[in-house]
């Protein structure tokens, strides 16, 4: 027997139980990993609130984990038993002792890098790749404005940028999350709540302002983030924390400067086993040299059975970096 986190309805924290189940034997093209360490991603919210409904319900919840491969299905030939692997576009279920993922979604983890850090950074540092190397290629020397500086993408964002010779400007709610950034390697950090976004960018930039922002939050900053791009400048709007960006007109793109916007995705960008090879491989390597640390603060580390307990706290914005569920 095994242990998955389920939900039957859509809802709140509250709606995510543990249940135990028999996993089934992988399918052809699929391996087994028993999970060491869990992925926790705001998407998730997305999934559990219906905002991104899932196929059905009741559900699995979670794309990401890190742990040993104990089963291989017919059909596959680059794994094998005892292998450690991280993946990060699994079906749902991830929130689970046992899971079966698609084999050219999982990465072989060089021995380097634990299974708490590939959990803690794999979703999040291919998520920093396509959008840093492919939706926009950031160059050594150019500034640019990346939102939520101290969540865990935009640590590894902070990190990343800073490999590169670039200059992110991190946006964040606290000052102890300002600090945060800045120790990752943010070039300047603007404190959402006290100041003026793009008045702060037009300081910084004198007045030539971003040539690309990428925004996580969507609602809330989505304006604000627009007045920050110079004539042409590129939108890149990735996630919703503060709910989506619905009923744009999109004439605002012409009024602000004949504007660019483009709402990506991991699964655009990340597709075949090629191109997770060329994004792993770049992670790893940041992560192994050092250049991109990964840590998980023991208070975001939670037993499988807390899932619950563990949405609550990423939803209250409290949390710092990435969080973790531990089977």
């Not at 089963?71 to 002792?97: C, I, M, N």
């Not at 983030?225 to 996630?239: K, P």
């Amino acid at each position: 027997m095994a242990t998955r986190i389920e939900f039957h309805q859509h809802g709140g924290p509250e709606v995510l139980q543990p249940v135990e189940f028999t996993p089934a034997a992988p399918a052809e093209n699929e391996v087994q990993v028993e999970n060491r360490a869990i992925g926790i991603n705001y998407i998730d919210t997305y999934i559990r609130s219906g905002l991104y409904p899932p196929p059905s319900l009741p559900s699995g919840l979670g794309n990401e984990g890190a742990g040993v491969v104990v089963k291989v299905g017919r059909g596959v030939s680059h794994l094998k038993e005892g292998d450690r692997v991280v993946y990060a576009q699994s079906p749902l279920g991830a929130y689970s002792t046992v899971h079966n993922v698609p084999a050219d979604k999982a990465a072989l983890l060089p021995d380097a890098i634990s299974f708490e850090q590939a959990a803690a950074s794999f979703l999040k540092g291919l998520t920093v790749f396509y959008l840093l190397r492919k939706t926009y290629e950031i160059r050594p020397g150019e500034p640019f404005l990346f939102h939520a500086a101290a969540g865990g993408v935009g640590l590894i964002a902070c990190q990343w940028a800073k490999s590169l010779g670039a200059k992110l400007i991190g946006t964040v709610g606290s000052a102890e999350k300002a600090q945060r950034a800045l120790d990752a390697g943010a070039w300047q950090v603007i404190n959402y709540r006290d100041e003026n976004i793009a008045e702060r960018v037009r300081e910084i930039t004198g007045g030539e302002m971003l040539r690309v922002v990428y925004d996580s939050v969507g609602k809330e900053t989505w304006e604000a983030s627009l007045d920050c791009l110079q004539r042409r400048g590129l939108m890149v709007s990735f996630g919703n924390s503060s709910g989506p960006v619905t009923g744009v007109n999109l004439g605002i793109l012409n009024q602000k400067g004949s504007l660019y916007v483009t709402r990506p995705s991991l699964q655009g960008y990340v597709t075949t086993r090629d191109e997770l090879a060329e994004a792993s491989n770049e992670l790893f390597s940041l992560i192994a040299s050092g250049a991109i640390k990964v840590d998980v603060a023991e208070n975001q580390k939670y037993p499988l059975a807390d899932a619950s307990r563990a949405h609550e706290v990423l939803q209250s914005r409290a949390t710092q970096g990435s969080s973790l569920l531990i089977p």
